[in-house]
């Protein structure tokens, strides 16, 4: 889709699928174009809302899916969700898979299976040549050591025929951690807590952190950024964390836009 205001911003991780847009989903789209966002990336969650995100995409202009299955589902997989997957991500709409990773602070599946399963949809990306979408709360450790050890295979198996690897989605680490994403063929993503009173930490590194390494998301409908705490989000709201990478940065936004997109 085409936006009007000249801007190119791109909501690279929202959850369309959610029953919170089921209202007004075509509304929401439509204010994301007036506030200059020209693609949102919708991101599964489990086998359905991948299913789902697919189905949205082929709907709506401006419109792309990845599909995974997250931490929190990884203990309800049947053994066949691999090659689901990949039928699924054969679609054109589909760009990545995700959204995989690693959630200790809910543990809301035994951490050795979240382990499992995020292996396994690594070891698909791979062979698909789809870049990925990572969840890491409270899982630092594990999830860098996880794709260390991936990425490192890659890049001696195939060096140049790859793109970037994937995204650390609504990024929460350090600069160190940063960097070696970087080395590794990552980028990282800012959402909503970027824009937050106390997030000064997270907005001192943003302010360290090469802009042609970011991108920027909305995890919408969760996060929603200063000034709208506490109500449902949605991708025009993208637009206020890069406005604040803007900000920090003394940039303008039309630069952190094209730059972020590109
Ligand atoms: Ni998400």
Same mark, same amino acid.
């Given at each position: 889709?085409?936006?009007?205001?000249?801007?190119?911003?791109?909501?690279?991780?929202?959850?369309?699928?959610?029953?919170?847009?089921?209202?007004?989903?075509?509304?929401?789209?439509?204010?994301?174009?007036?506030?200059?966002?020209?693609?949102?990336?919708?991101?599964?969650?489990?086998?359905?809302? =991948?299913?789902?995100?697919?189905?949205?995409?082929?709907e709506h202009e401006g419109v792309k899916a990845c /599909?995974?299955?997250?931490?929190?589902?990884?203990?309800?997989?049947?053994?066949? +969700?691999?090659?689901?997957?990949?039928?699924?991500?054969?679609a054109p709409e589909v760009v990545g898979i995700g959204?995989?990773?690693?959630?200790?602070?809910?543990?809301?599946?035994?951490?050795?299976?979240?382990?499992?399963? +995020?292996?396994?949809?690594?070891?698909?990306?791979?062979?698909?040549?789809?870049?990925?979408?990572?969840?890491?709360?409270?899982?630092?450790?594990? /999830?860098?050591?996880?794709?260390?050890?991936?990425?490192?295979?890659? *890049?001696?198996?195939?060096?140049?025929?790859?793109?970037?690897?994937?995204?650390?989605?609504?990024? =929460?680490?350090?600069?160190?951690?940063?960097? $070696?994403?970087?080395?590794?063929? +990552?980028? *990282?993503?800012? &959402?909503?807590?970027?824009?937050? &009173?106390?997030?000064?930490?997270?907005?001192?590194?943003?302010?360290?952190?090469?802009? $042609? #390494?970011?991108?920027?998301?909305?995890?919408?409908? +969760?996060?929603?950024?200063?000034?709208?705490?506490?109500? #449902?989000?949605?991708?025009?709201? /993208?637009?206020l964390v890069a406005e604040k990478i803007a900000e920090?940065?003394?940039?303008?936004?039309?630069? /952190?836009?094209?730059?972020?997109?590109?």
């Amino acid at each position: 889709m085409k936006s009007e205001t000249g801007l190119t911003l791109v909501d690279t991780h929202a959850h369309l699928d959610f029953s919170q847009f089921d209202a007004d989903r075509g509304e929401v789209l439509e204010r994301a174009n007036h506030s200059g966002v020209t693609q949102v990336v919708t991101v599964g969650y489990d086998l359905e809302s =991948s299913r789902q995100a697919l189905a949205l995409a082929r709907e709506h202009e401006g419109v792309k899916a990845c /599909v995974g299955v997250h931490p929190h589902e990884a203990g309800k997989v049947d053994p066949g +969700f691999l090659s689901e997957l990949e039928e699924l991500s054969q679609a054109p709409e589909v760009v990545g898979i995700g959204e995989i990773g690693l959630d200790y602070y809910r543990d809301r599946s035994p951490r050795a299976t979240q382990r499992e399963v +995020f292996k396994q949809q690594l070891e698909l990306a791979a062979r698909l040549n789809k870049p990925v979408v990572v969840h890491d709360r409270e899982a630092h450790s594990d /999830v860098m050591s996880t794709i260390r050890e991936w990425a490192t295979g890659l *890049v001696t198996a195939d060096e140049d025929s790859r793109g970037p690897l994937g995204v650390m989605h609504c990024f =929460s680490g350090d600069q160190r951690m940063a960097e $070696e994403l970087f080395k590794l063929g +990552f980028y *990282v993503s800012l &959402a909503g807590p970027v824009t937050y &009173a106390k997030a000064d930490r997270l907005q001192a590194l943003v302010g360290r952190l090469p802009l $042609e #390494r970011l991108m920027v998301e909305t995890d919408c409908p +969760f996060l929603p950024p200063v000034p709208y705490r506490g109500q #449902r989000n949605e991708p025009a709201h /993208v637009r206020l964390v890069a406005e604040k990478i803007a900000e920090i940065k003394g940039l303008s936004l039309a630069e /952190v836009a094209s730059v972020t997109t590109a």
